[in-house]
């Protein structure tokens, strides 16, 4: 069964938003930070392990009930991509314990 999938799915936003313009200040257009799941976590494609796909499902809910990220379902109830909510940077980072990179380059 995988553990912490809620903390996997956050840890890859925020590195996928910090390696982005939008964090170094150059971005000229608004573009979502988001990832697909099961680019993300494979195993939630393995329909066969049911404590993992439940797993990564009650994960992607908590974090969507907690406003940090919004998620996109298909009709057969799978979570195809995950948003980072940008207003909740600072939720998202206190939620993984992880200081964000802008406070360590201006230590």
Known sequence: MI?????VIL??????????????????????????????????LDHANYDDFSAINDAIAHLTQAKLVE???DRAKTCTEIMLVLDSLAKAY??????????????
């Open 3 to 7: 553990a912490n999938a809620d903390e």
């Open 11 to 44: 840890n890859a936003l925020l590195d996928k938003y910090e390696a982005s313009k939008r964090f170094s200040g150059q971005h000229l257009v608004d573009r979502k930070i988001q990832v697909k799941v099961t680019s993300l976590l494979p195993q939630y």
């Open 71 to 73: 998620s996109k379902w």
């Open 94 to 107: 206190q939620y993984v314990s992880r200081t964000p990179k802008s406070d360590t380059h201006a230590a």
